[in-house]
């Protein structure tokens, strides 16, 4: 990227881009701008911009709006980042934003229409309260939340370790019924390193849960790869497998814009029990047999499949760190991906928690992922 003409002006005066930061703070916005030199002392207000999508705290050997692939430190973003939306199944406004946070918080949700003090919902896999339409999780005051897995793959795809997010209801804004919009506002937030080691979940021992005629497995890897099959009797979707691993921006490129899914039979059962209140044909891809009803068709012959392993991805990163392994699904859904975590985590000598060094960080979901990567869909 070229230098700016206002670093050359500045860049003799200042000591680091860190020390640079700090003076525009300081300087944008106030009645008094301190300087390190005396010749600025006179100066009243200056204002520096930049564009929003390369906001990012700029560390060493660092290009502007990109995930270093030698980073083994935790990340946060680097500005809070909001969504605006409607929840799928209530139909109701939802608000969600994005916040920066310290190294070892984690992701945490919490509800800011409820009581402070209770709140606060940790995104990990015992706080599940399973449901067959979604993820929702809740905490130990009865506070819930649903539809958590598609911002939290996106957290994962990208490479986020800790973020505090507030949302103004009782679920996650669908927006498009994919990730892709907290992709994008990720990416535009930019990223923060942290003072402490990424920690990852490495998977020793091979764990599998079943029900009925679907399962789902993890075996032990040097880094994720998820491998998923889907069979639906409806020829839109059919029979549907892919298997991919998930370092660097797999997840961006590959799975984010892959839309929720269903059928038009289940759509109308819903609605009469309720729920869907909040779907569209602009936020979910609904067929009817052989027909696709969505306005534009498929993002991709296989979005259905691609769409259950973005599904996948989320309700893993409720692992509470980036898994080390193999997972296999089969006609899988969230609450047989929950039950395979508490099945792992019971599972004595199944894993091992790791501080990873820059070869282990760079096999992670979201490891160099960068604008280029984000598929443009209408």
């Known amino acids: 990227m070229d230098t700016p003409p206002f670093f050359r002006v500045l860049k003799p005066l200042i000591r680091s881009p860190n020390q640079l930061i700090i003076f525009i703070n300081i300087g944008l916005g106030g009645n008094l701008l301190l300087c390190p030199s005396r010749m600025f002392q006179r100066v009243v207000k200056i204002e520096l911009r930049l564009p929003r999508s390369r906001r990012i705290t ?7 709006g990109v995930m270093p692939k030698e980073a083994q430190l935790q990340t946060t973003i680097d500005t809070s980042i909001a969504f605006d939306g409607v929840g799928l199944h209530s139909g109701k ?3 969600l934003v994005i916040h920066p946070a310290a190294s070892g918080h984690g992701i945490v949700f919490r509800r800011v229409d409820c009581a402070v003090g209770t709140s606060d919902i940790p995104a990990l896999w015992d706080r ?4 067959p339409l979604c993820t929702r999780i809740e905490n130990e005051h009865g506070v819930s939340l649903s539809t958590v897995e598609h911002i939290m ?10 973020a505090l997010v507030t949302v103004d209801g009782p679920e ?4 498009d019924g994919s990730s892709v919009a907290f992709v994008r506002g990720i990416l535009n937030a930019g ?17 599998e849960v079943r029900r009925g005629e679907a399962w789902a497995r993890l075996t032990p890897q040097d880094s994720l790869s998820i491998d998923f099959e889907i069979d639906f009797e409806d020829a839109a979707i059919g029979v549907q497998r892919k298997t991919l691993n998930m370092a660097n921006g797999s997840f961006v490129r590959e799975l984010s814009t892959s839309r929720t899914f269903c059928r038009k039979s289940d759509v109308d059962t819903m609605r009469a029990n309720g729920l869907a209140l909040g779907g569209t044909l602009d936020n979910a891809v609904v067929v009817d047999g052989a027909d696709v009803l969505s306005p534009g068709g498929l993002r991709h012959a296989d979005e259905a499949v691609r769409h259950k392993m973005l599904d996948a991805l989320g309700d893993l990163a409720l ?13 899988a859904g969230h609450a047989l991906t929950n039950d395979l975590l508490r099945a792992l985590f019971a599972m004595p000598g199944a894993v091992e928690w790791v501080d990873c060094d820059a070869a282990a960080a760079a096999r992670l979901p979201g490891a160099g992922v960068h604008w280029g990567e984000v598929p443009q869909v209408a």
Request: include cysteine; charge should be positive.
């Open 93 to 95: 406004p939802a608000r």
């Open 128 to 131: 599940v309260n399973q449901s």
């Open 153 to 162: 793959a996106a957290l994962m795809g990208c490479g986020v370790h800790n």
């Open 172 to 175: 996650v804004p669908i927006l």
């Open 319 to 331: 692992a509470g760190a980036p898994i080390m392994g193999r997972y296999e699904g089969r006609r």
């Open 58 to 64: 700029p560390l060493p050997d660092e290009r502007p």
């Open 191 to 207: 990223f923060r390193r942290l003072e402490r080691p990424v920690r990852a979940i490495k998977v020793l021992k091979t764990v």
